[in-house]
């Protein structure tokens, strides 16, 4: 028995903890990675923005996010020999497959996951060369993005953040 | 374990202050928890989720996280960031008497 009562420290008090996430990437495996750690920094109370640049595009453009792929061809971490990797069929099945285990964790698909993000407060940016790139509109992309920001913008944003690319 | 009084009843927590044990919590030790952690007044709200949180660690047997709270127990996940300021996953199992959340979403 203690004197005085013991009372977890939720840390309300430290208010600079930034963290942003720039996802590169278009693959289910590479999407779910970023979404998942900002998801826990948010429920920490960490100021958190995710910038989409390059391929990372396909997570926040309408027509693909929902669509996202998973493919063994190149991964070592798959336990399919190389030469089968590439035949037809081989990435629909892991792509399938890992939908599966994300779903029986309860982890939902990258569009409601976008959703459950922008309610936690997360920051949604767009990489303005990358819109330009791939010729995207604003009615193109996730209703929720915060805005299309050039990298010099995203950088200020950040600034103090830790960072992570994927 | 180490035991500690809040509110004039001596409860099990864990290193951090979480209770340990399901039956030890009361509403009125939630209302207390709550102060502790700068939570003056639990409304209606407040309860629902406790309510949801309580009765679902009873049936999986593990506290449900914000997600579930939201898909599963109908609660929008803005307003638990309202109801339970900037780290609503812990401040809501500690109210509830519950460990926190297991699962990263």
Redesign the interface.
Known sequence: MTDAPIIPDFGDDDEDRKISFVCSKGTLDMAYPALIMASGALELGIETHIFFTFWGMDMINKKTMGNLKFTPVGNTSMPVPAAMAPLPGMTTFATHKMKKQMEDLDIPDIPTFLEHLQDMGCHLWACKMSVDMFDLTEDQMFDGLDGVLNVGEFMEIIEGAQTMFI | M?????GGQ?VH?D????LTEYDEWTEDLARELAT???IADLNDDHWKVITFLRSDFKDQGETA????V??VGGI???SL?QLF???????MS?VSGLPKPA???
């Not at chain 2, 996280?65 to 579930?68: A, C, I, K, S, V």
């Open positions: 180490p035991v500690t009084t809040i001596e927590v290193d951090e202050g979480f502790n952690i700068g996280t914000l997600r579930r939201s898909a929008p996940t803005k960031f300021p900037k780290k609503p996953a812990r401040k500690y699962g990263c979403i």
